[in-house]
């Protein structure tokens, strides 16, 4: 849910008086990845409610001198999706001291050698724990510099040939990061799993056997929008267990050209284990999911309802589906405006005044 800061007094009575100890945490959460779902499966490890703070957008542009690549308001509803994240309230990240007045944490979660904000909270007689970054360490701001810089070598390599040449551009391969696994084994209670492409037969006829109707949907899920959050919990809601189907970095290449996937496959699919409507993922490196079709043999086939995809009925994923007794289910975007697409040129777009601001004013004058 999202918290007014007129509900967050009643909110901590609430808990506080049935013995749960809130967590608090803040952050910017732009551009959502694996290292945030770990860092906030270990912040409620910390306590029984996990409250997050977003950053509003002009608290950012106060900070920084810029705005964030997502509105906050698209920022605040995509955390509220995560299995972790009990509440989410907008913040300015120069005045938390109202807040904490109101909510009364039990627990201050925050990052070692992050932003220090203790000088902004008042009352620092919380209990405070630093959580140890993982090495190496990627920050939301230095992602999105990376997103917008590929994007911006990508273009340039197409455009401008002779530019290309002279630099020998070449696409440059998915970002990487180190394992996101909770440290807290507890964390574990927050995200999903990831399975293998040759155990779906067993897990599936496993599910079946404890009277699970399970569900399945696929995407590439590259910087996952809250677009993405809804349609899987729309997925979700049609049947008890749901395996969301994720195509390798080269299934992904194959398809879209040599610059994409941004994010590697195993970051995207870490990603989506912390989403509350995935129980698993499995990393497949076929063109098509009918092979995951065959194995898994859903109950559900859920994909999205496009133009794309108007000869569903014809195709051997649909057969399949219907063959072994189950149902295929079309959806429409559940964020028509909001692609990943768009995402990486808005970053590409907001790099580029940044880099070339002084040519910019230029043309303009």
């Known amino acids: 849910m999202i918290l007014k800061n007129s509900e967050l007094a009643g909110f901590s009575k609430l808990h506080s008086s049935n013995g749960r100890r809130i967590v608090f945490t803040t952050g910017t959460f732009d551009l959502l990845h694996a290292g ?10 910390a306590g029984d409610v996990l409250v997050v703070g977003v950053e509003k957008s002009l608290s950012y542009l106060k900070r920084k001198g810029s705005r964030p690549l997502l509105k906050e308001s698209i920022r605040a509803d995509l955390l509220t999706y995560l299995r972790s994240v009990d509440a989410v309230v907008l913040v300015d990240e120069a ?40 090495e190496p360490y990627l920050s939301t701001s230095k992602l999105v510099q990376m997103v917008a810089e590929r994007q911006l070598l990508s273009i340039l390599s197409r455009k401008l040939v002779s530019f290309g040449d002279c630099l020998n551009l070449t696409p440059a391969g998915p970002i990487k990061m180190t394992a996101q696994m909770p440290r807290n084994l507890l964390g574990l209670n927050y995200k999903g799993e990831i399975w293998e492409v040759g155990e779906l037969a067993k897990r599936g006829e ?12 696929a995407g590439s899920f590259d910087l996952i929008h809250v677009g993405h959050a809804r349609y899987l919990d729309k997925a ?3 049947g008890d267990f749901l395996v969301v189907g994720l195509p390798s970095n080269s299934s992904i290449r194959r398809l879209k050209g040599s610059d994409r996937p941004l994010l590697d496959e195993g970051v995207r699919a870490e990603t989506l284990t912390y989403f509350r409507g995935v129980d698993a993922v499995v990393i497949f490196d076929d063109d098509t999911v009918l092979n995951c079709l065959k194995a898994l043999k859903p109950d559900v086939f859920f994909t999205v309802d496009e133009s794309w995809n108007s000869g569903l009925k ?23 405006t909001l692609s990943a697409s768009l995402i990486i040129n808005k970053a590409a777009g907001d790099r580029v005044k940044e880099v070339f ?4 004013i230029a043309v303009v004058s």
């Open 95 to 134: 005045s938390l001291e109202p807040i904490f007045k109101k909510l009364q944490p039990d627990v201050f979660y925050t990052l070692k050698g992050g932003k220090s904000h203790t000088e902004n909270i008042g009352d620092t007689s919380y209990n405070i724990i630093k959580s140890e970054p993982y």
């Open 357 to 360: 601001k002084e040519c910019l």
């Open 236 to 238: 979700r809601s049609q």
């Open 206 to 217: 496993k599910l079946r056997q404890l009277g699970k109707k399970i569900v399945f949907t």
């Open 314 to 336: 014809k195709s051997s994923e649909y057969q399949t589906v219907v063959k072994n007794g189950g149902q295929v289910i079309l959806a429409p975007r559940q964020a028509p």
């Open 36 to 45: 945030q779902g770990r860092y906030l499966a270990e912040a409620k490890c």
